[in-house]
């Protein structure tokens, strides 16, 4: 997460940049194969997204009402846990509101109540990603057209601006940032405040103690939570440890080398339990949890996975694998066939997401086409059903919504189901359909 959320809000490279910490950036259209910032993003909701530092004062965020189905807002700090403070599943988002974050480091404030905020949320580092997931209801254009202005609405203040104090700086544009604001306007003054991020392996072949140690001195540990306890005293022989300094001349030298392969089998390991049906019934409704609520076992799937989602009452993600248990190949093309009785049991809306498994990326395809749902496009049958086609070319009678495009290769495949808002009790007893090879 540290990765993430620094190339969210550092890098002018990433199509969904923020340009920089307390700026928001609203994605009007669906995320496509340019976005590389995040392994299996989503290609069915729309995001806004605010990357939120409190290192100087607490920061308000202030959102407006939605017109939409699904909305939900989802906090995540470099340790990976998740909390979802607002969702439309809660009755949330009819009505405007605020929202104040701060972290048991913000200087000069102790969580009291402001005039005007909401709702208060103590988050577990200092510098967040605070994430909107929004349903466009793209077949609605005159819905679509609310949601997409809700979404450029969205803002954030330091705390003193909010109350009417400081130096009442503008809203500015920055990076395409629809409505951003920010104390420093300078990206590279704003970058210099951290370590180089970059790729996970990457990091932890050239600069694993420099990173991690800034990591710990801006995150919040509980010494009686045992993940919480249990890095700190792994860290602790590398000599990192909240409140130390990163000195390269006095740090421990370590083999980046063999870290590096290191992770990069742990990596293999975790994406090979896509194809394991039993782990993932055990651990899908337990993924992307708060703290204290996630196993160790989960937390590593879906850092490698995918290191940010939604817990189960938000959205679940089965993973569709093959009849045959072979894993899914671009040597071949594939099928998945749903009756109406066997359509996902949502509250909301489903998809179904192609990816190179690997990096966890979009496949490129001139069509733009990377999954199949109400807002990336599908066609139902005469009787409800659907038919998904995997395939180089796209099968004669099968709608174009629901023809996943690949590139013929040897190329392993992931296809991953999101169900949102999801009717739990009917999951218990809902099967997640193959994909048969064609």
Not at 108 to 118: I, K, S
Not at 156 to 162: A, N, R, T
Not at 394 to 420: F, K
């Amino acid at each position: 997460m540290f990765n993430v959320n620094n190339t969210f809000a550092l890098d002018p490279d990433n199509p969904m940049t923020t340009g920089g910490y307390n700026r928001t950036f609203a994605s009007t259209e669906l995320a496509d194969h340019t976005l590389q910032a995040i392994a299996r993003p989503n290609n069915d909701t729309l995001y806004t997204i605010a990357l939120i530092d409190v290192t100087e004062e607490p920061v308000v965020l202030k959102m407006p009402a939605f017109d939409s189905t699904y909305v939900s807002l989802m906090v995540t700090a470099y340790d990976h846990y998740v909390n979802i403070p607002m969702s439309t599943t809660k009755g949330d988002f009819s009505e405007p509101a605020t929202m104040l974050f701060y972290s048991e480091r913000t200087p000069g404030y102790d969580g009291a109540l402001v005039e005007g905020v909401d709702m208060i949320v103590e988050t577990t580092g200092d510098f967040v990603s605070a994430v909107f997931r929004v349903m466009p209801h793209a077949a609605e254009p005159e819905r679509l057209e609310r949601n997409l202005a809700a979404m450029r609405r969205v803002d954030v203040e330091p705390l003193s601006e909010f109350l009417g104090r400081g130096d009442q700086e503008p809203h500015v544009r920055s990076w395409g940032s629809p409505r951003g604001i920010s104390r420093n306007l300078d990206l590279r003054e704003d970058s210099a405040r951290f370590p180089p991020h970059g790729s996970d392996f990457e990091v932890f072949e050239d600069r694993f103690i420099e990173v991690m140690q800034f990591v710990v001195n801006h995150t919040t540990f509980d010494p009686e939570d045992a993940l919480d306890a249990g890095l700190l005293a792994v860290l602790e022989p590398l000599g990192i440890a909240p409140g130390n300094t990163y000195d390269p001349d006095t740090a421990p030298e370590i083999d980046g080398d063999a870290l590096r392969a290191v992770a990069q089998r742990v990596a293999a390991e975790e994406l090979a339990k896509f194809g394991d049906q039993a782990f993932l019934d055990e651990n899908l409704t337990g993924l992307f949890q708060p703290k204290g609520q996630i196993t160790l076992e989960a937390q590593t799937f879906q850092s490698v996975a995918g290191p940010v989602g939604q817990p189960a009452d938000q959205a679940l993600y089965p993973a569709i694998l093959t009849e045959d248990g072979a894993p899914m190949n671009a040597l071949h093309d594939y099928e998945i066939v749903m009756t109406a009785e066997e359509l996902p049991p949502v509250n909301a809306f489903w998809s179904a997401t192609l990816y190179e498994n690997e990096t966890g990326f979009f496949i490129p395809n001139d069509r733009f086409k990377y999954s199949v749902g109400e807002n990336a496009g599908f066609k139902l049958d005469e009787d409800g059903g659907i038919r998904i086609v995997i395939a180089a070319e796209q099968p004669a009678g099968v709608p174009e919504e629901n023809w996943l495009p690949i590139n013929r290769q040897d190329m392993d495949l992931d296809i991953i189901m999101r169900l949102y808002a999801p009717d739990l009790e009917k999951y218990k007893s809902w099967t997640p359909p193959k994909a048969n090879k064609l």
